[in-house]
């Protein structure tokens, strides 16, 4: 009796329609969930590194690498919610101390903390800012979405305090770079209701439509 040792045959469309439908519902599923709605543990380092090397996949226009990611760790939480407190006193010199420890408490909400660091100038001048900053939300989106995968809640924030030139010095920005936002990760503490999502007519029109036409010669 003899016994085979070829591989069981796969079917290349079903596994295109298992994927196509798993991503689907990987897409769909991804909701911004507040930094406050977090809770620990987050990511383990196993899982951070799987989710920075996603952002590895996003696109980008002659390999310029115009984005990158800062880690606040716990040990680091204090000087950044220092640094919140100064950009409020900054833009509002009255701001008392129950409004400044509010600012400060941010820093300390998510369990997994990045800064997104976009470089939108210098390099190759024919590769405009709007290429790099789409390349670098592009980056942004693939960590969010493997974190969706891996059971994990996600959100952006973002705050007049990414302006201020103490965030700046902190971080170690160069001239040519800006700081886009904050990436939160963690695990979910409390669910968040599910948004409606716009439906595809809302964004979607078609070259040649002659009412799409219409439409624009009114404008």
């Known amino acids: 009796m003899s016994t085979s040792t070829e591989s069981p045959r796969t079917d290349p469309d079903a596994e295109s329609a298992a994927a196509t439908q798993w991503a ?40 310029l690498l115009p984005w990158r990611f800062i880690e606040v760790p716990q040990s680091q939480r204090a000087r950044l919610a220092e640094v919140f407190a100064a950009a409020l006193l900054e833009r509002d010199g009255q701001a008392g101390e129950p409004a400044l420890e509010q600012a400060r408490e941010k820093a300390y909400r998510a369990p997994w903390l990045l800064l997104a660091v976009a470089r939108l100038r210098g390099d190759d001048p024919t590769i405009p800012a709007s290429e790099r900053l789409l390349s670098t939300g592009c980056a942004i989106q693939n960590m969010l979405l493997l974190a969706t995968a891996m059971g994990l809640g996600s959100g952006l924030t973002s705050g007049k305090a990414l302006q201020s030139e103490g965030l700046r010095r902190l971080f170690g920005l160069q001239p040519d770079e800006d700081a886009l936002c904050f990436i939160n990760i963690g695990h979910v503490g409390q669910a968040r209701k599910a948004r409606e999502r716009p439906p595809v007519s809302a964004y979607f029109t078609r070259l040649g439509d002659p009412s799409v036409e219409r439409d624009a010669s009114l404008t």
């Open 24 to 63: 689907s519902v990987l897409l769909h599923q991804r909701r911004t969930t507040l930094p406050k709605r977090l809770q620990g543990p987050g990511p383990d380092p196993a899982q951070q590194a799987e989710i920075l090397a996603a952002a590895s996949a996003a696109p980008d226009h002659g390999q």
